[in-house]
């Protein structure tokens, strides 16, 4: 048989990864794994349905924007969880030195491979449901429509920086970085929350429903960054079962419980946030 060519050898080279399948069938040879993808796929379905049910009788334009926004909420999650339980956005890394899980291994389908499992799915689709969760509570404290925006582009790059934190295999510095980068546009996110939307929902008369979300918001997405630096992305101290639950069981709260609550406030009070679609003080007519 012909030796491999240089040209060949190389692609070998660059294939060290696991296939879907194996990461795939890897999935199941953890239990607590397992059913951290597979427990949500099934919870972010089933409400999914039940909040369709909830606001189908839904009249009020602004009050069908808060809802599809919030549907969009679990539409997100069941392709977010699909896409890591098919292995499509799971990955194996390899950590740069300093880091500590450098150097670690992992065993699939009987062949052992350099690096750790990172489910980098998981931040990539935040920046499909973040933003989403960030309108329905802006339009739901009549916010403004530059603060809507500010929050829902600080808060996209937050996910998309936190994602090049888990991918940046060259220094474990500038993971850190990254890191910091995506915490900064946090900030921006939070302090919109906390300062800016209370006041509009005050003078909205949502200001009850409101604070109870803006309370489940903040303390539950201070949850995500801990999560990140003590999983394997960070110090590595939870394994990725644990790391992936504890993620998982964040969601369960910040999205599923977060939009039961939105909705049946919605769907019982739809005259208080009834209006027009364009967030407040846009298209209001000149002073002239
Ligand atoms: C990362 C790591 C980098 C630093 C920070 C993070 C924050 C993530 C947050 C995620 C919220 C996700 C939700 C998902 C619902 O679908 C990216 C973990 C600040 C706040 C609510």
Same mark, same amino acid.
Request: overall charge negative; aromatic content about 16%.
């Given at each position: 048989m012909a030796l491999p060519s240089k040209t060949e050898s190389l692609v070998a080279l660059q294939q060290e990864g696991?296939?879907?399948?194996?990461?795939?069938?890897?999935?199941?040879?953890?239990?607590?794994?397992?059913?951290?993808?597979?427990?949500?796929?099934?919870?972010a379905g089933l409400s999914l349905l039940f909040f369709v049910f909830l606001t189908k009788d839904l009249d009020d334009p602004r009050a069908k924007l808060i809802a599809v926004s919030a549907l969009l909420v679990p539409t997100v999650s069941v392709a977010s969880y699909t896409g890591l339980a098919s292995g499509l956005t799971i990955g194996v890394l390899e950590m740069p030195d300093g880091h500590a899980a450098q150097g670690a291994s992992v065993m699939m389908g009987g062949?052992?491979?350099?690096? *750790?499992?990172?489910?980098?799915?998981?931040?990539?689709? =935040?920046?499909?449901?973040?933003?989403?969760?960030?309108?329905?509570?802006?339009?739901?404290a009549g916010a403004d429509g530059t603060s809507i925006f500010t929050a829902i582009t600080f808060d996209i790059a937050m996910c998309v920086t936190g994602?090049?934190?888990?991918?940046?295999?060259?220094?474990?510095?500038? +993971? =850190?970085? =990254?890191?910091?980068?995506?915490?900064?546009?946090?900030v921006v996110v939070l302090y919109i929350l906390l300062t800016q939307w209370p006041k509009a929902a005050e003078a909205a008369g949502t200001a009850d429903i409101f604070n109870t979300l803006k309370l489940l918001t903040v303390v539950m997405w201070l949850g995500y960054p801990i999560v990140w630096a003590l999983g394997v992305e960070g110090i590595a101290v939870l394994p990725v079962g644990v790391t992936?639950?504890?993620?998982?069981?964040?969601?369960?709260?910040?999205?599923?419980?977060?939009?039961?609550?939105?909705? +049946?406030?919605? *769907?019982?009070?739809?005259?208080?946030?009834?209006?027009?679609?364009?967030?407040?003080?846009?298209?209001?007519?000149?002073?002239?």
């Open positions: 696991p296939t879907q399948t194996e990461i795939f069938e890897w999935i199941f040879t953890d239990p607590v794994l397992a059913s951290s993808l597979y427990v949500n796929i099934a919870l062949e052992s491979y350099d690096g *750790v499992v990172t489910m980098w799915g998981r931040y990539l689709t =935040w920046a499909l449901s973040t933003p989403a969760i960030l309108l329905a509570l802006g339009l739901l994602l090049a934190a888990a991918l940046t295999t060259s220094s474990h510095l500038l +993971r =850190w970085f =990254w890191y910091f980068i995506s915490c900064a546009a946090f992936s639950w504890a993620y998982s069981a964040l969601d369960i709260v910040a999205k599923y419980i977060f939009v039961f609550l939105l909705l +049946r406030y919605v *769907v019982s009070n739809e005259s208080v946030v009834s209006g027009s679609i364009m967030p407040s003080g846009a298209g209001a007519p000149a002073d002239d």
